[in-house]
């Protein structure tokens, strides 16, 4: 198993414009979670999905941020219109874990670098 | 409300000397704490959890529920260490089941 992919590695957009960040879980795993990573803030939740379903959006920052998953296999965050604040690195992440049980290991992306000027 | 705290965003020691990086939990009931790791141009990966008593890349970490911590040791740092260290709380039973992380510290080992 190549383990969790994401694309795209590196996205420059500009202001304004639509992003959509793209994730594929490790087959069998039932847990989906989007992170983004910053200096200031470290590793915060952004969304967290169990069986396709979205358990917890809490940590979505705005309106502009919304993600969706159609199947077992695919996930993307969408950010409409973006932001230079947005500029961070956007981790996927999944897991066999899921609601009512501990998520003991995360199995991680590379990451998508996210710049936008 | 941060569930997980780590008060230092970085930390510098040189190679040979322990080193504690230091991780606060806030959570009422019975928590599974670990920690992760993310080496320069890999993905983050787990390094221990507290509940299998391990010791990893001669790295340790115990669980001290009446202060709260979960700090992680090694009693003689390597360069190869030098790596950004991620506490971890993860919850159960009726609860979401969601994986909540401190802030991070960026560990540098000078040689």
């Known amino acids: 198993d190549a383990g969790v992919i994401q694309s795209p590695r590196h996205e420059v957009t500009e202001m304004g414009q639509e992003v959509t960040l793209r994730c594929k879980p490790i087959s069998g795993h039932n847990s989906l979670f989007w992170y983004r990573q910053t200096m200031m803030r470290g590793l915060e939740l952004l969304i967290y999905?169990?069986?396709?379903?979205?358990?917890?959006d809490s940590g979505m920052p705005e309106d502009r941020f919304s993600a969706k998953m159609p199947n077992a296999s695919f996930s993307t965050l969408k950010i409409q219109p973006s932001e230079p604040r947005d500029s961070a690195v956007y981790f996927c992440?999944?897991?066999?874990?899921?609601?009512?049980?501990?998520?003991?290991?995360?199995?991680f992306g590379s990451g998508t670098q996210l710049s936008v000027l | 409300a941060q569930r997980v705290t780590q008060p230092e965003k970085l930390l510098s020691v040189f190679k040979g000397a322990p080193v504690e990086l230091k991780c606060n939990y806030s959570?009422?009931?019975?928590?599974?704490l670990f920690w992760y790791v993310q080496y320069s141009r890999q993905r983050l990966q787990l390094l221990l959890r507290h509940i299998s008593r391990e010791s990893i890349k001669g790295f340790t970490a115990d669980l001290n529920k009446g202060e709260t911590s979960f700090h992680l040791k090694k009693p003689f740092a390597q360069e190869e260490d030098s790596a950004m260290y991620y506490c971890?709380?993860?919850?159960?039973?009726?609860?979401?089941?969601?994986?909540?992380f401190g802030r991070g510290t960026q560990l540098t080992v000078w040689p």
């Open positions: 992440a999944s897991s066999i874990g899921g609601v009512g049980k501990r998520n003991e290991k995360l199995f």
């Open positions: 959570y009422s009931g019975s928590p599974e």
């Open positions: 999905f169990n069986n396709n379903v979205p358990i917890d």
């Open positions: 971890a709380l993860s919850e159960g039973g009726s609860t979401l089941g969601r994986l909540y």
